[in-house]
């Protein structure tokens, strides 16, 4: 199984060389390798936080549907960008992490690919 399923609680029965390989490519507890790449997408979340908000109050005062899109379509616009961002920083510290093991190299890649597929 792979390393993403043992993150979100699906037992995996790996071996003595993969649990290394995956615990330093993928920890549980990893955090985002760079601080002002933390600081830029907490800003950026507050910012779309601020803009759902007014999309709230917009549907509340029942503005036109053509400024509402418009305020949707930015808010997907700013998740989609926060999202590349993040999977950035996330791809460049796995990557600078990984062994010299093609097997598992080429795991995580299939894996990486797949939460990329995911994301907004």
Do not use: H, W
């Not at 700013?78 to 590349?84: E, F, G």
């Not at 600078?96 to 097997?103: I, L, Q, S, V």
Request: net charge neutral.
């Amino acid at each position: 199984m792979g390393v993403l399923r043992r993150l979100v609680g699906q037992p995996a029965a790996p071996s003595p060389e993969q649990a290394v390989s995956a615990s330093r490519v993928l920890d549980p507890i990893m955090k985002i390798g760079n601080r002002e790449t933390k600081e830029q997408l907490i800003k950026r979340l507050k910012r779309i936080e601020g803009q759902v908000r007014g999309i709230q109050s917009m549907l509340d005062e029942e503005r036109d549907c053509r400024e509402i899109m418009q305020q949707l379509s930015a808010v997907s616009s700013a998740v989609k960008s926060t999202s590349r961002t993040f999977f950035q920083d996330y791809a460049a510290l796995c990557f600078t992490d990984m062994g010299a093991d093609p097997d598992s190299n080429q795991d995580l890649l299939a894996e990486m690919i797949a939460l990329l597929d995911k994301t907004p």
